[in-house]
């Protein structure tokens, strides 16, 4: 099991200057709204995966009126105590391990794992298929790092690969570099494809398996992955598409616009779920993530719970305690308005910390 115990923020977000403990299994994060739990919890998240759950602008994670930030946590790998430090400063970001600088900032992702849970990920259901790429994108990062790597390589390409598409209204160019950038893209393409789809012949029993348990129900869950690859390969597209990616100045076909369907007892659950089948199809993804990762990385991740129980009946709460206080779960870092109702539910006697804002 991976654990962190101590963490220290400088300047990052509301936070001018502070050091938290995290001493027990559970550590409730106590405040009132606007305190910074939540941004305290995005700290962990940070030194996870050098970056914050909530924005992708890292100056957002700067405190207001400075230049910059750092966060220090002292964690647990395989036994082994490890001083994890990020600094971002000016556009550059710095990520130590032990005092080391890493040569890339990459080869800390899969270190350490964090699930998060926090209010807004119903948009990961209701939301565009970009946010659904993200996560699994996220997930497959983690677990395969030559995907990691083919992931950042297609993604440069497209890029490359647009701007050849718009330069072509200016001047003519030739064709060989188009010829380049279409064997990269359908390379790096096919192996995200078939990762994309092998992942989730593993995950979806780990889904079905959380719903029913958090529901009691036995309704199916079924999530189908649509890709333009499982038509033809992409290179086929590339060159069947040109004219169009011509028209448009962009690529139009790829797995840079695959998607996921998820649904319920055979309805998709965007258009048709309920909002409690939404929330337990939720709690049930983000559940099964961290499974998958538990079991491709053999170590157990980081849970956080930001304001969770705020948006459960009791029934799924106490369904979710049952499953986040079992063995298959390590430690659990979540926030909450009140410390008495964290209290209630995890019941007397319960090895609960807290850390009031």
């Known amino acids: 099991m991976n654990s962190i115990h101590k963490i220290s923020l400088f300047?990052?977000?509301?936070?001018?200057?502070?050091?938290?403990?995290?001493?027990?299994?559970?550590?409730?994060?106590?405040?009132?709204?606007?305190?910074?739990?939540?941004?305290?919890?995005?700290?962990?998240?940070?030194?996870?995966?050098?970056?914050s759950y909530f924005t992708s602008f890292q100056q957002n994670c700067v405190q207001a009126g400075m230049d910059g930030f750092r966060v220090t946590g002292e964690f647990t790998r395989d036994g082994r105590k490890e001083v994890i430090s990020a600094k971002w400063r000016g556009g550059k970001k710095e990520i130590t391990a032990n005092g080391t600088e890493y040569e890339k900032i990459t080869d800390h992702i899969g270190r350490y794992s964090a699930v998060m849970i926090a209010p807004d990920d119903t948009e990961l259901v209701n939301g565009s298929s970009e946010l659904r790429r993200k996560w699994m994108d996220g997930i497959l990062s983690q677990a395969d790092k030559v995907y990691f790597e083919k992931l950042i390589l297609y993604q440069r390409v497209l890029l490359q690969r647009n701007a050849w598409l718009k330069a072509q209204a200016f001047r003519a160019t030739d064709n060989a570099e188009l010829d380049f950038y279409d064997a990269q893209m359908a390379a790096g393409?096919?192996?995200?494809?078939?990762?994309?789809?092998?992942?989730?012949?593993?995950?979806?029993?780990?889904?079905?398996?959380?719903?029913?348990?958090?529901?009691?129900?036995?309704?199916?869950?079924?999530?189908?992955?649509?890709?333009?690859?499982?038509?033809?390969?992409?290179?086929?597209?590339?060159?069947?598409?040109?004219?169009?990616?011509?028209?448009?100045?962009?690529?139009?076909?790829?797995?840079?616009?695959?998607?996921?369907?998820?649904?319920?007892?055979?309805?998709?659950?965007?258009?048709?779920?309920?909002?409690?089948?939404?929330?337990?199809?939720?709690?049930?993804?983000?559940?099964?993530?961290?499974?998958y990762l538990s079991k491709v990385q053999g170590h157990l991740p980081i849970l956080l719970l930001d304001d969770i129980f705020e948006k459960l009946d009791q029934n799924r709460m106490e369904a979710l305690l049952r499953i986040i206080r079992?063995?298959?779960?390590?430690?659990?870092?979540?926030?909450?308005?009140?410390?008495?109702?964290?209290?209630?539910?995890?019941?007397?006697?319960?090895n609960v910390d807290y850390i009031h804002l």
């Open 326 to 350: 079992s063995p298959d779960f390590g430690q659990v870092i979540l926030t909450d308005t009140h410390a008495g109702r964290i209290s209630e539910a995890f019941g007397a006697g319960a």
């Open 189 to 291: 393409g096919t192996y995200i494809y078939e990762q994309r789809k092998a992942f989730l012949q593993d995950f979806l029993p780990l889904l079905n398996d959380f719903y029913h348990r958090l529901t009691g129900g036995h309704e199916p869950v079924e999530v189908a992955y649509n890709s333009d690859l499982s038509i033809k390969p992409l290179n086929e597209w590339l060159a069947q598409n040109l004219e169009y990616d011509l028209r448009y100045q962009r690529t139009l076909r790829g797995v840079h616009k695959d998607d996921w369907d998820f649904s319920v007892n055979g309805l998709q659950l965007r258009q048709f779920g309920s909002q409690g089948q939404k929330k337990s199809f939720l709690f049930a993804l983000k559940l099964a993530q961290y499974a």
């Open 11 to 51: 300047q990052f977000r509301n936070y001018a200057s502070a050091s938290f403990d995290f001493t027990g299994p559970v550590t409730c994060i106590a405040g009132l709204n606007g305190s910074g739990k939540t941004n305290l919890l995005d700290a962990v998240y940070y030194l996870c995966y050098t970056k």
